[in-house]
Structure formats: C-alpha cells, structure tokens
C-alpha cells in the first residue's frame, strides 16, 4: 500500500478568538507506508506510547527496525507524503526478531510489566508463548497517534495493516501471527479532574463500579471486551501529575488477544461502532 483513496473525517480544534468554542474542521487524511522521512515521528510517538519508560526501551534502534519493514505499516497524514504522520500502526514479531538487542529488550520488559500486574494470566501465557519451545507467533501491535485524531480512522489503519501482514506471510515473510500483544495507555482521573473531548481519553472504566482507571483510546475499549488477558501496570520510571504534560497520572496496559478474534470479532465492532458514532 502506497496511498490509499483519503478519507474526509471531521476534527475539532480551538478558535483563537474564544478558548471556549470549538470550531469543526474537515479534513482529508491519507493513508501511506512507513518511509524512512518518518524516522523522527514514529520515534516521537513512540515515545508518547511508552511514556516515562521509553527512556530504557532503545526506541530509536526500533524505529529503524520498523522503518525497515518493508510493505508493513501504515502512517496517516495531512499534507502529503513529504509531511509528518498524526498517526501509525505496525507489527514486529517478537518471536522471529527475539535475537535483536532492541526486540529482546522489550520483550523481558513487557514481560517484567505484565509480572508486575495483579493479574499473572497474560503474564503467564505471554512468557509461555515467548519461549523457544513455542510455536506460536506474537505479533507486537504499535500504534499511537496524535491527540484530537478521528476515532472513525482506527478501523481503517488496522484493515489495511491486516492485509499488508496477510500479503507479507504469503510471500514468505514472518508475519503469520498467532497472538497479536498490544501495549497502550490509562490514567487514573481524580474527582476534580475536568471531563475530556470525545477524541480524548475515553469514560469506559475497567474493574468495577469505584475504578478511576480510563483509556486513552476507545479502540482498546474494543479489543479488551474480546480477551481475559490484560495487565494493568505502573511505568518503572514514576512520573507524578505534576511533572507529567497532560497533569495525569498515566500507567501503562498490554492486551494480549488472539490473532483470528483480532481480525474478525475486534475489527468489525470497531466499524460498527465508528460509523455509528459518525453517522455512516
């Protein structure tokens, strides 16, 4: 995929004059491969996903490795190829790639963070399905995007991601996922917090009525409802609200699903619920 046909959506921003009113913008976004000119926005996302502990996470020899992805990943953008992506998804495969220093080493943290959750099942199944001894194939699904991004664009970016990754496997390539791991954000809201955008972090709470912990992305609302493993996870590298730039206490989550249940239970429903939330 080079570019696909751009998809108008609608997007909110501030007016100068009057911090109080929203003025609705339609824009068009395309849809690009990763290229070598994303090096610094891929990195700069990156580090948004992984917040305070992308500090220890070698991110910028990641980034090469995804840049050297040839044909897989998706990038959106505003301003044409030459411009910065708002957004990117793509796929490493944490098996096949076990023996590159920046791979091993996200590997033993990610498995380190989901040890540290109350909850070991994904921990448990993650270290089973990562050992040399296992057959199957997980797939580390990264994406994050820009604040204010059009939710109705996510099916989008993981359909085309999909079929890049199917059309990979079938020219040989080790991109026949079994699992797919997918790290994301929360952050605990205080009583005294102010209620944000709709393209912000999302109201859905997760274990139980008196939980304050909330997503960032309604996409991850999605995938979790499909699978019991997800670990829930303070960043190593502590962060309080007053230091952090978005004045939140921010942790970190890993979802762990299924690769089938991916594609034909998670990416449905998130059509089904943008194009409802859109009008379509």
Sequence with gaps: MSLQQPIKATTKRKTVEDD????????DFDFFNIDEIDYHAVKHLLVQLFHSDSQD????????????QSGVGTTIKVDGKESDPY???????????????????LSNYLLNRAKSASNQS????LNQLLSGESSSQV?????ERLVNMPVVLMPHMLRFLLEELESASKS????????????????????NDVEMDDQGPT???????????????PEDDITQDFTELVADYQYKNVVTREQDAFGA?????????EAEKLKNLVLPKMIENTSAAAGI
């Design 20 to 27: 109080e009113d929203n003025e609705i913008v339609n824009v």
């Design 57 to 68: 996470l070698e991110l910028h020899t990641l980034t090469d490795l995804i840049l050297s």
């Design 87 to 105: 957004a990117f998804l793509t796929a490493v495969n944490l098996n096949s790639n076990n023996s590159i220093g920046c791979v091993s080493n």
């Design 122 to 125: 994904l921990y448990n199944t």
């Design 139 to 143: 797939g580390l699904l990264l994406g």
């Design 172 to 191: 040989g390539q080790a991109y026949n996922f079994t699992h797919y791991l997918i790290p994301a954000r929360t952050y605990i809201e205080s009583d």
């Design 203 to 217: 109201k859905k709470q997760r274990g139980g009525n008196n939980s304050k912990l909330q997503t960032f992305h």
């Design 249 to 257: 206490d921010i942790r970190g989550r890993l979802i762990l699903i």
